[in-house]
């Protein structure tokens, strides 16, 4: 991620303007169709799985479901089908958090307003980055294409957010050019929900994630689940700017900081912006847990909400880094020689205690998938972005000499995923993100992870994260994980040492010392 300077709101610090009251959209209680009675067994606390729910309980909120109620969608015209027919469905609220809206999509923005003119009571929040969404400034940007959508519906309804990261402040952020500050935080938490429902994935809204661009999504039918990633939207909505239309600007906005919330702007007081903000989000990130009343009508499937809210937090109590690393741990056990893992991240290269706990797992038949060259979206990309791909290479190869160190070359698979070249006639992209885990020599995953983070050091330091993580006995759950998973090694390959160093695999000096710049400077690939 590289990226915008922000100086229409560093100048809008100096004269904070007051704006009437936001009203929250509150959190309604909805009534979820019960799922059908399932063969499946509750998941015990005393068995295989019991021994990460354990672990799990203790650091995340669980809520308890059936598998039935979560649906795995595959690609992203299925993501973008659903998503439109959620909204339009939709009958008191919609929210949506991500990275960014891309600038033309019209018809995205198309269906947000007929669900609106068709329903009086409904109310839409989006959260975007205030980095990335006015990158192109005064240009069509992503605040310019979404600003409109409060003078038709009035701010009463329609609440268009930013997040500005607190990490960069001051002279930092008056010198450092435009894309190359996102490399200091970003909002990068993918939530998009309407009423009781809710899609978690890792990819944002924009006409590539729709088309061409593969990663994961899944859809949760669950009043306290969407409610609760509600709350951590909410919240960190009302730490964010607020975009107003403004028609005599050649933006089209402004960026402003309304009295109305939660805490004073990180571009005037980061340190008491933060103080604010921990003691915020403490009370959201580990909510009470909600259980079935008995062992008679218990679920066989338990979600545990998980985020990495780290530059809002001091002292840092996220939940995600914490809960793969128990999953992992627990998977070094000797008991688990014949379990495996499937690891995928589209930039692969996963923050170094993960790393070293995927090669540590007893486990066996493990496999990494990763991006090749030509599905990474920086290949062939002009300036030091276009080295990014040659970096991820090298970073592969660094993983796969490590893992043959440690004696672990024959029970991990690295694999790369390709369809067709990126910027050409029907390339692809690989955006995907998560971890399977199939217990007991199983085919079938019993553990998935999904959500926005990349797992890697920028994603537990530096942006803002949320997921889930799924424990399932639901053997119609089961099967549709691991066609998730193997449906993504449609199109990968298997590669090895003697392939990542072949003539046309080498990294360049100039790959090595731009990957040096970059965390010099406290980016991260």
Known sequence: ????????????????????????????????????????????????????????????????????????????????????????????????STLYIGKTEH??????????????????????????????????SCASLLAPLVSEFGSERVEIRMYHTPNLTGLRKKHIPKRINEGWGLQHMKLYGADDEIIISGANLSNDYFTNRQDRYHLFSSTEITDYFFRIHNAVSKLSFLVTPNSKLPAGFTLEWPSSNSAISPLTNPSEYISTSTAILNQLIKLPTTKAVSNITRPNTIIYPVSQLTPLLKPDSSTELPAITSILRRLASPEFNTSSWTFTAGYFNPDP??????????????????????????YGSKGVSGLLPSAYTLLSRRFLESASN???????????????????????????????????????????????????????????????????????????????????????????????VKTERRVSIKVRIAMWIVSLVGGAL
């Open 1 to 96: 991620m590289i990226v915008r300077t922000f100086t229409r709101c560093a100048a809008t610090q100096k004269r904070q303007i007051c704006r009437p009251t936001i009203r929250s959209v509150k959190a309604r209680s909805y009534s979820t169709s019960q799922a059908p009675v399932s063969k499946s067994n509750p998941v015990p606390d005393t068995s295989m799985l019991g021994a990460f729910t354990n672990e799990l309980d203790k650091i995340s909120p669980r809520f308890e479901v059936e598998g039935s109620q979560i649906e795995v969608l595959r690609s992203p015209s299925e993501f973008y089908k659903t998503l439109k027919s959620k909204i339009l469905k939709a009958e008191k609220k919609i929210f949506l």
């Open 353 to 378: 205690s993960l790393t070293s706990l995927l090669i540590s797992t007893a486990s066996t038949s493990n496999t990494v998938i990763t991006a090749s060259p030509e599905a990474n979206g920086f």
């Open 107 to 140: 018809e995205l923005i198309s269906t947000l307003q007929q669900a609106l003119r068709a329903k009086p009571n409904l109310k839409l929040s989006i959260l975007t980055d205030a980095l990335r969404g006015t990158r192109e400034a005064p240009d069509p």
């Open 406 to 500: 440690h004696g672990r070359g024959n029970n991990i698979a690295l694999k790369e995923w390709k369809r067709g070249v990126v910027n050409e006639p029907e390339g692809w992209t690989y955006h995907a993100k998560g971890l399977w885990v199939s217990l007991n020599g199983e085919k079938e995953p019993s553990i998935s992870v999904v959500g926005s983070s990349n797992y890697t050091k920028r994603s537990y330091s530096l942006d803002l994260e949320v997921g889930t993580v799924i424990v399932t006995s639901d053997e119609g759950l089961k099967r549709r994980l691991r066609e998730e998973k193997d449906g993504l090694q449609d199109y990968a390959v298997k590669v090895g040492m003697d392939d990542l």
